[in-house]
């Protein structure tokens, strides 16, 4: 039930940012048209989730290539724990 409350919360506070930007509370009285706001939300949600993709595919290239300079060094050095600890090393890292 913990995380239902904190969801709770996050929805009670986008209401009282929402209230305290729009001067009022959602309009229950055929004033809004609200299918629109959601669509247009929607559409901001998507643009806001492609940049947020873009960003960690950029992050997820960067550490491809360390790990594969890592494990060529390693190999060309031939030092084979070495190349195991990269590979750990490196897994590790990219966790997120």
């Not at 239902?4 to 229950?28: D, S």
């Not at 959601?38 to 949600?45: K, P, S, Y």
Request: net charge positive; glycine share 4%; hydrophobic share 40%.
């Amino acid at each position: 039930m913990e995380n239902n409350k904190k969801i709770l919360k996050l929805i009670e506070k986008r209401l009282e940012f929402g209230a305290k930007e729009h001067g009022a509370q959602v309009p229950l009285d055929g004033t809004r048209d609200h299918l629109q706001d959601a669509i247009e939300e929607a559409l901001d949600m998507i643009v806001y989730l492609a940049a947020m993709l873009i960003e960690i595919k950029k992050k997820e290239s960067k550490w491809l290539k360390l790990k594969r300079s890592c494990i060529t060094i390693c190999s060309k050095l031939g030092l084979t724990n070495i190349k195991k600890k990269c590979k750990s090393w490196i897994s590790s890292l990219t966790t997120y």
